[in-house]
């Protein structure tokens, strides 16, 4: 069995966890329905569940393709108690601080696979057989990868600016490529220097995705101006 671990913030991070939202829980949550995760872009990690993040440290592809999918399943089932971006309102402990390491992961995967019960309450059902083991990694894959706390705050005012830009550009009818490329360029500087709250590696922040979007289309123009707004809008 494992013992409980000595930093203070655990204990509110478990009880964080027991607040996922399922249709089971009226009680906790009221009528919600747990939305299934298509996992199938993931490999196969096998039947027995791991107490390691198998796609931590993995090849970009796979990685990224959890970090994607964790995103989808989050905001599904774990949005509405922990916040959108996985920023807490104060309701929820916030999710962004569990280690990227096996430590972490150990207790993740229990509250997972095993629930919640307080003073003889379900607050958190097995999540384990309705969502599985891919699911929770690819959760967990994305929740490891979330910005600290105000580590956006001094690229805000120039991640504004570059929204701003690529706005005027996808309503041009020809944007400048040599400008869309710099911009693309300064986006992944920017990235690479927001660091996250687990310890992580990579954080997937709004500069990390926009620089993914942008192509040179006016659609990737737009799209990659609506993440830079919608992500700068969840950070405040």
Known sequence: MLSMPSRHWYRGLFLGLATLTTATLVHAHGDVTPQPVNTE?????GEEWLTENP?????????????????????????????????????????RFLEAEEYGDEWYVERFRSGYTQNGITKMPAFGDLLGQKAAWAIRTYLETRPDEGALDDFSPRLKEIRDELQG???SSDPDPDAVDAVREELSTIAAEVTTGSGAPIADSVAFRAARLLDGSAESLKIAADTLTIGLSAAQ
């Open 169 to 171: 550009w996808a309503a």
């Open 55 to 95: 796609y931590r440290g993995t090849d970009e592809a796979v990685w990224q393709a959890a970090v994607d999918i964790g995103a989808s399943g989050y905001n599904q089932n774990c949005a509405r108690c922990h916040g959108l971006e996985a920023i807490s309102g104060g309701l929820a402990p916030d999710l």
């Open 41 to 45: 872009a993931l490999p196969d990690v």
